[in-house]
C-alpha cells in the first residue's frame, strides 16, 4: 500500500481541509511554526489509528495496545474553534 494524500482538518493549528499530496520522496519545508511537526503529528497519529483497528480483536471491544499519542480534545482541537463548540 502506498500513501498518495492525506488531509488534515481540525488538528492542532490547521483548521482548514488541507490536502497534502505525496510522491516517490517528500519534503516538508516552511518558516517556524508554520505546522510542519504538526501535520508529520496528525500522520502518525492516522497510522496508529490503523493500526490499532488491524490489531483488535474480533467481536471484541478489547485492544491488544493502547495508542501512546492518542487525540486529546483539549491538546489537538484547535483552539480558535473551541469557542463554538464549548457552549452547546
Sequence with gaps: ?????F???NFRSIT???E???GNY???VGKNNEGKTT???A??????????????????KRTIFKLKNAYEW???????????????
Design 39 to 41: 501535520v508529520l503529528m
Design 1 to 5: 500500500m502506498k500513501l498518495t494524500k
Design 7 to 9: 488531509t488534515i482538518k
Design 74 to 88: 483539549d491538546r489537538d482541537f484547535p483552539i480558535s474553534l473551541r469557542l463554538c463548540c464549548t457552549n452547546m
Design 16 to 18: 482548514d481541509g488541507s
Design 43 to 60: 500522520l502518525r497519529l492516522a497510522m496508529d489509528t490503523l493500526k490499532l483497528h488491524a490489531y483488535q480483536l474480533p467481536n471484541t
Design 26 to 28: 517528500s519534503v516538508l
Design 20 to 22: 497534502i499530496h505525496f
